[in-house]
């Protein structure tokens, strides 16, 4: 059974950072991309951030371009949201999802199979 666990999220002041973390279980985490979404209420699922397979290629939502970084620890399992120059536009659930297997990064929402239950991210101004 396949399991993501999201943590890191919480409460913080514009300008702020915060560090996410998304531990897979149940799969072959290691060659599959990996990306994080968003989704605020009232608004549809955004794309945040993707990272291939090795973690050689990630892409970036472009409201996020430049603040935010996502990497993976394939020994861990674990893939990671670096978050800074946090604004309260970034307010949202954010969510870890496991794509392609070896394949190229993607966008949408309906390349990702697996989904983990979210966490929140609030940002104050």
């Known amino acids: 059974q396949v399991q993501l666990v999201e943590s890191g999220g919480g409460l913080v002041q514009a300008g702020g950072s915060l560090r996410l973390s998304c531990a897979a279980s149940?799969?072959?985490?290691?060659?599959?991309?990996v990306g994080w979404f968003r989704q605020a209420p009232g608004k549809e699922r955004e794309f945040v951030a993707g990272?291939?397979?090795?973690?050689?290629?990630?892409d970036y939502g472009d409201s996020v371009k430049g603040r935010f970084t996502i990497s993976r620890d394939n020994a861990k399992n674990t893939v990671y949201l670096q978050m800074n120059s946090l604004n309260p536009e970034d307010t949202a659930v954010y969510y870890c999802?496991?794509?392609?297997?070896?394949?190229?990064?993607?966008?949408?929402?309906?390349?990702?199979?697996?989904w983990g239950q979210g966490t929140q991210v609030t940002v104050s101004s």
């Open positions: 999802a496991v794509g392609r297997r070896f394949g190229s990064l993607a966008q949408v929402s309906t390349a990702y199979s697996y």
């Open positions: 149940g799969l072959a985490f290691s060659i599959y991309t």
């Open positions: 990272v291939s397979w090795s973690g050689a290629t990630a």
